[in-house]
């Protein structure tokens, strides 16, 4: 019965330990919580002298000293004198005004020689050397004779379509086709020196006829007229 009553007492001091260790560390905490956040809370509480030496700023550098008046005054009068010498009127006139002769500028001046007129370049500058050269424009000879062009070619020039006169006797035989004549046009644009190359003997006449009447734009080479030999296409159809 005695070790019972023993046993009981070992364990109810175990526990008044543990509930005072426990205690006293939460009593440590909130007195520590209270000491960091009481000036924060109330920072009129604080010894005011401290707050002073941390919310003062720091003096600014001693500037230099300013002149005092007296040197300025010194300074003033030891300029003084020299500047109403200056402006001060001469006692007297010279009848003539002195020529000062600079020279020129010196030899071998970098902006180059100056020439006294005449020569290259600005009269009276400066001398920019030899003249630039003269471009001349050469033109190409004239052609001796006509020019060829193509059919296209010519055929851009016509000003108003070649329409011939379909013959009565080819059209009792039905006789159609093309002929193809050769021709010289002028510089004026006329037509000149006709040649049937190839087509119907019906329809030779009759498309000759038609071209001798055409009209060209006068073709132009270099920007001069020119005469050119070209072939005609002259077609006759029934159908159309």
């Not at 009127?89 to 020689?113: V, Y």
């Not at 038609?210 to 159908?239: C, D, H, K, W």
Request: hydrophobic share 40%; net charge positive.
């Amino acid at each position: 019965m005695f070790e019972d009553s023993l046993v009981e007492s070992r364990g109810r001091i175990r526990t008044r330990t543990k509930w005072l260790a426990i205690g006293s560390f939460c009593a440590q905490a909130a007195l520590l919580l209270l000491l960091i956040l009481f000036p924060l809370i109330r920072p009129e509480a604080l010894p005011k002298q401290s707050m002073q030496h941390l919310l003062e700023a720091p003096l600014p550098p001693q500037a230099a000293p300013a002149p005092t008046h007296a040197a300025s005054r010194s300074a003033s009068h030891s300029t003084m004198p020299s500047l109403e010498a200056q402006l001060r009127a001469p006692t007297t006139i010279p009848t003539t005004a002195a020529r000062i002769d600079d020279g020129g500028p010196p030899a071998g001046s970098p902006i180059g020689d100056i020439a006294p007129g005449g020569g290259s370049g600005i009269p009276g500058g400066i001398d920019l050397g030899a003249p630039a050269p003269i471009v001349r424009i050469v033109k190409p000879p004239a052609p001796k004779g006509p020019i060829s062009v193509s059919t296209g070619v010519a055929a851009g020039q016509l000003l108003r379509p070649i329409q011939p006169i379909y013959p009565a006797i080819a059209k009792s035989t039905h006789t159609q086709g093309t002929v193809v004549v050769e021709a010289t046009i002028s510089r004026q644009g006329t037509i000149e020196n006709l040649r049937v190359v190839e087509g119907p003997p019906l329809l030779r006449q009759a498309a000759i006829d038609a071209v001798a009447a055409a009209q060209y734009r006068p073709f132009l080479l270099n920007g001069e007229p020119v005469e050119v030999q070209t072939s005609i296409r002259v077609i006759f159809s029934l159908g159309g």
